[in-house]
């Protein structure tokens, strides 16, 4: 057998080098951090963030879009597979199969409702008082989802004409804006979250007698339900509650698993359920 010359062993290192390259390369894709929310340990998802009307093989067709503001606008839409064909039955998420949000883009506006089908068509109807630039989610759990902790969400913007009264989008701040004398103020830290990081954002929920709220009611099933949308790129992002419906809440503190898809400010809408009545709270957070 020949002897290896001085060639022969840069040949080698070099082939040792992009095998070991290779496999380096091969782990980062592998460990890759998800893009959403979920209750357990975190774990590869697509993201669905409600920037298109496209996502995981199903397509959001607006029927009826709103074209003027009022209290009971109608809206109306289609959800198509792959096929062309109107998909009718999802799986329950929060107790419903579909979740409905609407949005205006300074965030002063913001709709959380239910559709109802009818034939192979959703309908609601949203309140808009203002005119402006909005855009309109729909959040579903597919049945043949492998992961139903992370549902897709499908946008499509649409328009108010008139004058309109901007509002600006309040600075980052531990104290949310709560308008029936409930106070909430993140207790979490560090108080700027990190993008595509699972970390926890914990709320303490104080009732208008400023004592601790010792126990919510179920709300869509759960203590409460929590949706982000990134002020600027008006990205949704769903957050999952921590604590179970029922279970006694510690010093008034809920928490909520979330993955930040992206840096900057988003806009978060709690809504929990005291007092016979469902309040709603939001809150301006920076994410690193």
């Known amino acids: 057998m020949r002897k290896l010359r001085f060639v022969d062993w840069i040949f080698a290192l070099v082939a040792v080098l992009v095998v070991a390259g290779g496999g380096v390369m091969v782990f980062a894709r592998t460990a890759a951090p998800v893009q ?7 774990a590869p998802a697509a993201h669905s963030d409600g920037l298109s009307d496209v996502e995981s093989g199903y397509r959001f067709e607006p029927v009826t879009t709103p074209l003027a503001r009022g209290t009971a606008v109608p809206v109306a839409f289609r959800i198509r597979d792959g096929a062309g064909q109107a998909v009718t039955r999802f799986l329950d998420n929060q107790t419903k199969q579909m979740h409905f949000f609407a949005v205006r ?15 192979d068509t959703w309908h609601t ?10 855009r309109m989610f729909a959040e579903f759990v597919p049945l043949d989802t492998k992961d139903a902790r992370h549902p897709v969400v499908l946008g499509v913007p649409f328009s108010i004409p008139g004058d309109t009264t901007f509002v600006p989008v309040p600075a980052p701040a ?26 926890q954002l914990k709320f303490s929920i104080r009732g208008p007698d400023g004592v601790p709220v ?14 982000g949308f990134h002020t600027m790129l008006l990205s949704a992002t769903h957050l999952h509650p921590v604590e179970l419906a029922g279970i006694p809440l510690t010093n008034g503190e809920l928490s909520f698993q979330a993955v930040f898809a992206d840096r900057g400010e988003y806009r978060l809408f709690l809504e929990f359920a005291h007092g016979g009545k469902v309040h709603k709270a939001a809150i301006t957070i920076d994410v690193l």
């Open 36 to 42: 959403h929310q979920n209750m357990g340990p975190v």
């Open 105 to 119: 883009e300074d965030m002063n506006v913001h709709e959380h409702v239910h559709p109802v089908l009818e034939g």
């Open 125 to 134: 109807t949203l309140t808009l008082p203002d005119g402006g630039a909005y």
């Open 174 to 199: 531990a104290d949310a804006t709560v308008s029936d004398g409930y106070r909430v103020t993140r207790v979490d830290s560090p108080s700027q979250p990190t993008a595509l990081r699972a970390q």
């Open 214 to 227: 010792s126990a919510l009611e179920p709300h869509l099933g759960a203590n409460g339900h929590m949706t």
